[in-house]
T-cell receptor
Framework: NAGVTQTPKFQVLKTGQSMTLQCAQD?????MYWYRQDPGMGLRLIYY???????DKGEVPNGYNVSRLNKREFSLRLESAAPSQTSVYFC????????????????FGEGSWLTVV | AQRVTQPEKLLSVFKGAPVELKCNYS??????LFWYVQYSRQRLQLLLR??SRESIKGFTADLNKGETSFHLKKPFAQEEDSAMYYC???????????FGEGTQLTVNP
């Protein structure tokens, strides 16, 4: 049981290049998320998908797009990378019952270290 | 809007000393609060949640609605507790979990 798997683990991009971060979960979770982690700013939600077929913006969506390809997969795309997007990106998933997190846990991937030069 | 504040970015204690990581939240509805931990270069993992009222690895946290706080405490810190700790808030919006800025805890020998 791999949990949440994200690729690539490390990537260096030049300004203006595009790339897609891939994420897959094998826990049959409904909800999936993309966060970025920056020193002193904690974890900030970029986009999330409450269920298959839906996506919503989080706190810092500018410069990113997402696709919920199916229940398992949720990808994050940088169309034109900028140095400000240098960060560690975490994909996560959770089961969701009703409208609350009660009893639910968010499971995280191992992170993707992205550097934009 | 929901907001989580962890006022201490860095916290350093000696082994065996008590430790308290502070977390304050702002939310108009009924909050659900969590502590997540990230050991060096590992993925974040759930440490504990307020609805469980449990003690994990000696850590406890009590939700104080009057003070809108959910501080994490441990009476005797261990070196293996050194990690980044995140307080997180979930509310009636369902899917959105808001994290604080994190506190880097270092337990010195």
């Amino acid at each position: 049981n791999a949990g949440v798997t994200q690729t690539p683990k490390f990537q260096v991009l030049k300004t203006g290049q595009s790339m897609t971060l891939q994420c897959a979960q094998d826990m049959n979770h409904n909800s999936m998320y993309w966060y970025r982690q920056d020193p002193g700013m904690g974890l900030r939600l970029i986009y999330y998908s409450a269920s298959e077929g839906t996506t919503d913006k989080g706190e810092v969506p500018n410069g990113y797009n997402v696709s919920r390809l199916n229940k398992r997969e949720f990808s994050l795309r940088l169309e034109s990378a900028a140095p400000s997007q240098t960060s560690v990106y975490f994909c996560a998933s959770s089961e969701r019952t009703g409208q609350k997190f009660s009893g639910n846990t968010i499971y995280f991937g191992e992170g993707s270290w992205l550097t934009v030069v | 809007a929901q907001r989580v504040t962890q006022p201490e970015k860095l916290l350093s204690v000696f082994k065996g000393a008590p430790v308290e990581l502070k977390c304050n939240y702002s939310y108009s509805g009924s909050p659900e609060l969590f502590w997540y931990v990230q050991y060096s270069r590992q993925r974040l993992q759930l440490l504990l949640r307020h609805i469980s009222r449990e003690s994990i690895k000696g850590f406890t946290a009590d939700l104080n609605k009057g003070e809108t706080s959910f501080h994490l405490k441990k009476p005797f810190a261990q070196e293996e507790d050194s990690a980044m700790y995140y307080c997180a808030l979930g509310g009636s919006s369902g899917s959105r979990l808001t994290f604080g800025e994190g506190t880097q805890l270092t337990v010195n020998p």
